[in-house]
């Protein structure tokens, strides 16, 4: 049947006036294939790749849906499986349902949030979407916000308003603060912006992985009298390697005192703001000038799902507004292509909506809770004797062998994440201040105590 469906070129697009059953039988037929993928996750474990994989290029004659359907499946065998119990590596939980369902949607509509006029829907459930996060963590009404491609994205959206709006727009002696331990990604932004690496200034942290207060104003005092310009300072409200907050109410302080732009970095825990998990050092959100959440790393919303929110969505408008020639405006709509980097964008909202339609907040709030308990029970059960251990509030724990040369860990935790990944378990292995950890990440909802329990002894970790 599938092959005479190929034959008919009426199958090239959706039907807009008969019915659509080839369509229906062939999305039948995907969504039967990627729940195998699923359900077979314990047996082949949380990554199957083959080295000898090929990807098939594109062909003169295109292909018939059978042989499709066969590299769809090859595909599927060869990739990372974020579903499976022991896939603790990184911030990549297992998708939601409902996520998986928007993805779907937004690949149909495939509106484009370019422009109200092509996805007038979606602009105006994004714009809803960020307003209810940005009341959630206390912004005001002038609030706002915009959708982007990750948190690299969303930081990078935020790096550039902020300059843009200290009217340092291009400036060579501007610079940008964040901590030692903030995501590797401002490397990146600066350099997108025409900086380099002496115009960001990397501010020390202290045992517990926030930044240094104290570090933070002797580097302000020193670049005032350096004659620079500081654009922004982000707080980064869980950081990568250990899951630490920043002090956001003094670095609010100060950046009110010396009318800085404060951007938080919340890649990894802002998603923590909408819930009343008491989290250490969550607080003071709604000082800040910018916000990045990143739904996609921690509640299973499907990639990319990172918002960002602004106290003031004036600040995006002025700052990215160039004018749509080839677009018709509407009086009090905002285009969303003009309030950030990117031009034609998806409707990945819908995941993210109706990802959070189907949890409420109480569903968040009971995924949130179980990643923190996931490694409050990691921490609790490993030999603080043998390890040095590096957590913070939120759900990241990195650790070592006590006692291991810096020139050691290398080899020490690849030999361990090699080890462990012929048991199934995927963790894994960041560099950090020097030295080699082992990192896992307590995202994953379909991780068991009984899993945390044969880790630990993997580990020898009692
Ligand atoms: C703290 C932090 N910020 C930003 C990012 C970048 O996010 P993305 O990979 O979605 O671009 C990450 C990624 O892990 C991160 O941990």
Known sequence: MTEDLFNKKDIYFPSYSGNNDNLITLINRTTQIL????????????????????????????????????????????????????????????????????????????NNLLAYELSPSVTLLEESLCKWFAKKIGFDDSSGGIAASGGTLSNLNALIAARHNAGLGSDPNSVLFVSEDAHSSFIKCTRIMGLDESNLVRIKTDNKGCMDIQNLMESLDKCSTENKKIFAIVATLGTTVRGAIDPIKDISEICKERNIWLHIDGSIGGIFAVTSIPIEGLNNLNQANSITINPQKIIGITKTSSLLLVSNIRTLENTFSTGLPYISSKKNIINRGEIGIQGSRPAEVIKLWLGLRFLGLKGIEEILKSSIKRKDIFIKNLNKNKFEINSGPLHIISFLPKGLAPKDTDIWTQSKVNELMKKNFMISRPKFKGKYYLRVVMGNYNTRDSHIEELLKLLDAY
């Not at 990739?79 to 939980?93: C, K, M, Q, R």
């Open 35 to 110: 729940c195998e993928w699923f359900s077979k996750a314990e047996k082949y474990g949380p990554l199957n790749f083959d080295e000898n994989f090929k990807c098939i290029m594109p062909d003169e004659n295109g292909n018939s849906t059978e042989v499709l359907f066969s590299e769809i499946q090859s595909f599927l065998n060869n990739s990372f499986n974020p579903v499976h119990p022991g896939s603790l590596a990184h911030l990549d939980p297992p998708p939601l349902i409902f996520s998986i369902l928007g993805d779907l949607i937004a690949a149909g509509l495939n």
